[in-house]
């Protein structure tokens, strides 16, 4: 007879963590030195007893890898794009893993160049990424970033796109965030700081200069504010932004005149928040000036910029949110949500004729995309559903008339999108608050409490969770589950105070409207606990952590991605990489109030001996957003704590970071671990 394997039991190493007089023992504290051979080891027997106790399941992992994979088109290309007179395309070959970018210049059936064949540049590493391109004016010259760990810490290089040369120009430590002045030969680049990885330097650099010579131009000192820099569209000013959760401040200069002084926007006024785009004389401010709460559209003359010279253009409305604006020469593209829905408005300059572009269904998911270009009447933008594959659609706002240029291919014949349902579900909060869900389902489920159900939500940094199409999801919904995601407060489905109500003191709203969720739906009978999991990733996995210690008895299984669950270590820890920035999100401890409440939900120092659902953890060793050791201590916690003899696994990429591995087809090997942890508990074998 087969025993099973015993988890590994992390040792007890008590620290006293003590602030505001309440005292924590922190047993797993040591579990935060990556450089400690004993806390690798520690992470590899915890991965060695997932492998052992899963490996009944490998081969149908592999299986499900496969099936995913097969939908996939793999010789696939981006719809080019038009810029500065070329066509940019984004390809995969067969059998390929990474990206292929290239150009066409003048027309697509021109000669094709490649820029960059990532599948060359990522030989001999096992994580690469690259990011940032950007072209000069004069089409020369090409930046582009690369990361080899997966810590989102980038070195900058520069590539002669005439001769294929990479110049010698060559930046360390940098974001990957860049814009390129007229001239063609200055740059100006973001770095971070090295311990808490914040952004917070603009560099210059002139091409063929040492970088060691390159010249700070801004540097933030407040430890809550971010910086970036980008050229607008209308490619005459390059901005500075500085933006906190709550604050922004943006610096400009003509982009012709790289050498003269980055002039401030409109000062930093705590709470706040503004984006700018110029066109023509003027600048176009996307504001939550004079309570605003869902923004509203100012202008203002680009030669007095400051907030008592902005006048009203689209004013605020209460029950539609304002997200963002495309400028174009002859309209403005006004991107909407109201009642947890994107809308997308036309408004000629001429003032007359504005228009919705019209959307049939309740789950679908609208959203303006690559509009580099403009001085053109076509708007492109993308859609989709739960059902319905994501489509990229060129709108000529002229003449009304849509051109689908690329329909998502779900490969293997199987697919029909008639075979499936998609509804929108609304669930009563604990305060009464209606909270919309969006659902789809084979046809054919029965609502008699049996079926498999995923519950999938997010729930913070009024990030909103758009009902979208999954290839990969089929795999699930084809064998039984119903999938839902669950848009509670503390996202920005229902606008902004959607989020406002699910931050800082009011965060447990976002627990418990999850929780809610699942209570109609079980009481609905879409499945039952012993069918329900739940999932959610980063601060998502927060909210796991969160649900799992308030109410456990209500699911199966729990998926927990790279999840925040030592919320007061972290919070408290101003070295670690983007606790600053937070504050304003989850409030900052070291305020007794904020202290007491974070106190109150942290799921890490709220675990107690009870039992748990089945759990599988996944992080990443070199993670620069949620370091590993938050899931790393919490699992090991819950070993020791909890009264039941349910799986409980911790699994560590030891190879990447935040967004899992690299590689085109790597993440479908995590997503199958996933999927056939789902199905083992359903006892579903293939």
Same mark, same amino acid.
């Given at each position: 007879?087969?025993?099973?394997?015993?988890?590994?039991?992390?040792?007890?190493?008590?620290?006293?963590?003590?602030?505001?007089?309440?005292?924590?023992?922190?047993?797993?504290?040591?579990?935060?030195?990556?450089?400690?051979?004993?806390?690798?080891?520690?992470?590899?027997?915890?991965?060695?007893?997932?492998?052992?106790?899963?490996?009944?399941?490998?081969?149908?992992?592999?299986?499900?890898?496969?099936?995913?994979?097969?939908?996939?088109?793999?010789?696939?290309?981006?719809?080019?794009?038009?810029?500065?007179?070329?066509?940019?395309?984004?390809?995969?070959?067969?059998?390929?893993?990474?990206?292929?970018?290239?150009?066409?210049?003048? +027309?697509?059936?021109?000669?094709?160049?490649?820029?960059?064949?990532?599948?060359?540049?990522?030989?001999?590493?096992?994580?690469?990424?690259? +990011?940032?391109?950007?072209?000069?004016?004069?089409?020369?010259?090409?930046?582009?970033?690369?990361?080899?760990?997966?810590?989102?810490?980038?070195?900058?290089?520069?590539?002669?796109?005439?001769?294929?040369?990479?110049?010698?120009?060559?930046?360390?430590?940098?974001?990957?965030?860049?814009?390129?002045?007229?001239?063609?030969?200055?740059?100006?680049?973001?770095?971070?700081?090295?311990?808490?990885?914040?952004?917070?330097?603009?560099?210059?650099?002139?091409?063929?200069?040492?970088?060691?010579?390159?010249?700070?131009?801004?540097?933030?000192?407040?430890?809550?504010?971010?910086?970036?820099?980008?050229?607008?569209?209308?490619?005459?000013?390059?901005?500075?932004?500085?933006?906190?959760?709550?604050?922004?401040?943006?610096?400009?200069?003509?982009?012709?005149?790289?050498?003269?002084? /980055?002039?401030?926007?409109?000062?930093?006024?705590?709470?706040?928040?503004?984006?700018?785009?110029?066109?023509?004389?003027?600048?176009?401010?996307?504001?939550?000036?004079?309570?605003?709460?869902?923004?509203?559209?100012?202008?203002?003359?680009?030669?007095?910029?400051?907030?008592?010279?902005?006048?009203?253009?689209?004013?605020?409305?209460?029950?539609?949110?304002?997200?963002?604006?495309?400028?174009?020469?002859?309209?403005?593209?006004?991107?909407?949500?109201?009642?947890?829905?994107?809308?997308?408005?036309?408004?000629?300059?001429?003032?007359?004729?504005?228009?919705?572009?019209?959307?049939?269904?309740?789950?679908?998911?609208?959203?303006?995309?690559?509009?580099?270009? /403009?001085?053109?009447?076509?708007?492109?933008?993308?859609?989709?559903?739960?059902?319905?594959?994501?489509?990229?659609?060129?709108?000529?706002?002229?003449?009304?008339?849509?051109?689908?240029?690329?329909?998502?291919?779900?490969?293997?014949?199987?697919?029909?999108?008639?075979?499936?349902?998609?509804?929108?579900?609304?669930?009563?909060?604990?305060?009464?608050?209606?909270?919309?869900?969006?659902?789809?389902?084979?046809?054919?489920?029965?609502?008699?409490?049996?079926?498999?159900?995923?519950?999938?939500?997010?729930?913070?940094?009024?990030?909103?969770?758009?009902?979208?199409?999954?290839?990969?999801?089929?795999?699930?919904?084809?064998?039984?589950?119903?999938?839902?995601?669950?848009?509670?407060?503390?996202?920005?489905?229902?606008?902004?105070?959607?989020?406002?109500?699910?931050?800082?003191?009011?965060?447990?709203?976002?627990?418990?409207?999850?929780?809610?969720?699942?209570?109609?739906?079980?009481?609905?009978?879409?499945?039952?606990?012993?069918?329900?999991?739940?999932?959610?990733?980063?601060?998502?996995?927060?909210?796991?952590?969160?649900?799992?210690?308030?109410?456990?008895?209500?699911?199966?299984?729990?998926?927990?991605?790279?999840?925040?669950?030592?919320?007061?270590?972290?919070?408290?820890?101003?070295?670690?990489?983007?606790?600053?920035?937070?504050?304003?999100?989850?409030?900052?401890?070291?305020?007794?109030?904020?202290?007491?409440?974070?106190?109150?939900?942290?799921?890490?120092?709220?675990?107690?001996?009870?039992?748990?659902?089945?759990?599988?953890?996944?992080?990443?060793?070199?993670?620069?957003?949620?370091?590993?050791?938050?899931?790393?201590?919490?699992?090991?916690?819950?070993?020791?704590?909890?009264?039941?003899?349910?799986?409980?696994?911790?699994?560590?990429?030891?190879?990447?970071?935040?967004?899992?591995?690299?590689?085109?087809?790597?993440?479908?090997?995590?997503?199958?671990?996933?999927?056939? /942890?789902?199905?083992?508990?359903?006892?579903?074998?293939?």
């Amino acid at each position: 007879m087969t025993q099973t394997p015993k988890p590994p039991v992390a040792a007890i190493k008590p620290k006293t963590l003590e602030k505001h007089g309440d005292v924590r023992i922190d047993n797993y504290f040591w579990l935060n030195d990556r450089e400690n051979p004993e806390v690798i080891d520690y992470l590899k027997q915890e991965n060695e007893y997932y492998n052992k106790v899963t490996a009944h399941t490998k081969a149908f992992q592999e299986d499900l890898f496969k099936e995913m994979k097969s939908r996939i088109k793999e010789d696939d290309e981006s719809v080019p794009y038009l810029y500065n007179g070329y066509y940019y395309i984004t390809r995969f070959e067969k059998g390929q893993d990474y990206p292929i970018y290239a150009r066409k210049k003048g +027309s697509l059936s021109a000669p094709e160049e490649i820029m960059f064949d990532c599948n060359a540049m990522a030989k001999g590493h096992k994580f690469f990424q690259l +990011s940032g391109i950007s072209v000069s004016n004069d089409n020369r010259f090409a930046i582009f970033a690369v990361d080899v760990v997966g810590r989102r810490i980038y070195t900058l290089q520069i590539k002669n796109l005439q001769t294929g040369e990479i110049l010698a120009d060559k930046i360390d430590k940098a974001t990957g965030n860049v814009a390129w002045a007229n001239d063609n030969k200055t740059i100006f680049y973001t770095r971070q700081d090295e311990k808490t990885l914040r952004s917070d330097k603009v560099f210059k650099h002139k091409l063929g200069d040492d970088t060691a010579k390159d010249q700070l131009v801004y540097f933030e000192k407040d430890d809550t504010f971010n910086v970036s820099v980008a050229k607008g569209k209308s490619k005459k000013y390059i901005a500075i932004s500085c933006s906190s959760t709550l604050t922004d401040e943006f610096r400009t200069i003509l982009a012709d005149e790289p050498n003269s002084e /980055f002039k401030i926007f409109q000062p930093r006024v705590r709470g706040l928040e503004y984006s700018i785009s110029h066109y023509g004389d003027s600048f176009y401010i996307v504001t939550n000036a004079d309570g605003a709460t869902n923004f509203k559209l100012m202008k203002t003359p680009e030669t007095a910029t400051t907030k008592e010279n902005w006048k009203d253009l689209i004013a605020h409305r209460e029950d539609v949110l304002l997200e963002g604006i495309d400028i174009f020469k002859d309209y403005l593209v006004v991107s909407e949500r109201s009642n947890g829905l994107n809308k997308i408005k036309i408004m000629p300059w001429s003032g007359n004729g504005a228009y919705y572009l019209p959307f049939e269904i309740e789950t679908y998911t609208a959203y303006t995309t690559t509009n580099v270009d /403009f001085d053109t009447d076509v708007l492109r933008y993308g859609y989709q559903s739960m059902a319905t594959p994501s489509s990229i659609i060129d709108f000529n706002m002229k003449t009304k008339v849509k051109e689908i240029k690329k329909e998502q291919q779900v490969l293997g014949g199987k697919f029909d999108k008639n075979n499936y349902i998609e509804e929108r579900l609304w669930a009563t909060a604990t305060d009464g608050t209606k909270i919309p869900m969006s659902v789809v389902y084979r046809k054919g489920v029965k609502k008699d409490g049996k079926n498999p159900l995923l519950q999938y939500a997010y729930g913070s940094y009024g990030a909103s969770m758009d009902p979208y199409f999954s290839s990969t999801r089929l795999s699930l919904l084809d064998r039984g589950f119903v999938y839902v995601i669950a848009h509670i407060r503390g996202g920005e489905e229902l606008g902004r105070q959607w989020y406002e109500n699910g931050k800082l003191l009011k965060k447990k709203n976002t627990f418990t409207d999850f929780i809610d969720c699942s209570k109609y739906l079980i009481a609905e009978k879409w499945t039952s606990p012993e069918h329900l999991y739940a999932e959610g990733g980063s601060a998502g996995g927060l909210l796991m952590g969160a649900v799992v210690n308030m109410a456990p008895e209500l699911y199966n299984g729990v998926i927990a991605q790279v999840p925040f669950v030592d919320v007061m270590t972290t919070m408290l820890d101003d070295s670690i990489p983007l606790t600053t920035g937070e504050y304003d999100e989850w409030g900052n401890p070291n305020d007794k109030t904020y202290y007491d409440y974070m106190r109150s939900y942290s799921p890490y120092d709220n675990v107690t001996a009870k039992a748990y659902p089945n759990m599988y953890v996944s992080t990443g060793l070199h993670d620069s957003q949620v370091q590993y050791w938050e899931p790393a201590k919490w699992v090991a916690k819950l070993r020791v704590t909890k009264t039941d003899n349910k799986q409980l696994f911790l699994d560590t990429n030891m190879d990447a970071g935040h967004g899992g591995a690299s590689g085109r087809f790597e993440a479908l090997k995590e997503l199958a671990k996933e999927f056939a /942890f789902l199905l083992d508990l359903e006892k579903i074998k293939s």
